[in-house]
């Protein structure tokens, strides 16, 4: 079945440092999603990627779709401590199935 | 406007009681999502409701599990003779339209312990 995977699993960054995470399918994916989950809330919806190779941006962050459309990165400039948080992909396959991966956490340090 | 709502907040319960957690979607949102989600780990895909249609119960992790949803809105998930394996943070989504192509809109969750 489907696995979707993200590394780091944890990431420490110095305020001010640039980081990448990544999310990686087993299997074609149809759209990517990405969340973040404030320590003690929700996930809040961030992005949706659809199209192969497509790059978004909001900001700080920029969030990429790989050709293949089997795996996605989120890199953030300049990081903040309102960056602090778990950062989540979740992807549909060819059957439907929706997964979310195991998340990001990401610990800022001023 | 008003966001999900889920209720209770927190749930205590005793090992092998029966507990119902309720979601109130966000007005207009057709679609519904049920998710698990362990201490420090992912969202765990429980069950989706979508208008009329059938639900998708390939989450469920056993037939302790079940839900409904009344009159397309509100949605109940109940946990049957509870084990302690049950202990997570049950989170609720809604979102606008079909499919898992919509951003999904979640509540503050529901966390349960059981005893």
């Known amino acids: 079945g489907q696995q979707v995977m993200q590394i780091p699993q944890y990431q420490h960054v110095q305020e001010g440092e640039d980081f990448t995470t990544y999310c990686n399918s087993s299997?074609?994916?149809?759209?990517i999603q990405w969340y973040k989950q404030r320590p003690g809330g929700h996930p809040v919806f961030l992005i949706q990627?659809?199209?192969?190779?497509e790059v978004k941006k909001q900001k700080r962050l920029t969030f990429q779709f790989g050709e293949a459309k089997k795996n996605s990165s989120l890199h953030i400039t300049a990081t903040q401590t309102t960056d602090v948080g778990t950062y989540f992909c979740?992807?549909?396959?060819?059957?439907?199935?929706?997964?979310f991966g195991a998340g990001t956490q990401v610990v800022v340090t001023p | 406007g008003a966001g999900v709502s889920q209720s209770p907040s927190n749930k205590v319960t005793e090992k092998g009681k029966d507990v119902e957690l309720r979601c109130d979607p966000i007005?207009?949102?057709?679609?519904l999502y049920w998710y698990r989600q362990s201490l420090g780990q992912g969202l765990e895909f429980l069950i989706y409701?979508?208008?009329?249609?059938?639900?998708?119960k390939s989450g469920l992790p056993s037939d302790r599990f079940s839900a409904e949803r009344t009159g397309g809105s509100v949605s109940t998930l109940t946990i049957q003779r509870t084990q302690q394996e049950d202990s997570a943070v049950y989170l609720c989504a809604s979102s606008p339209g079909a499919g898992f192509n919509q951003p999904q809109h979640f509540g503050d969750g529901t966390r349960l312990s059981i005893l």
């Open positions: 990627l659809v199209k192969s190779g």
């Open positions: 299997t074609t994916l149809s759209n």
């Open positions: 409701f979508q208008g009329n249609s059938a639900p998708d």
């Open positions: 979740a992807g549909t396959d060819s059957w439907g199935k929706f997964q």
């Open positions: 007005s207009g949102h057709t679609a």
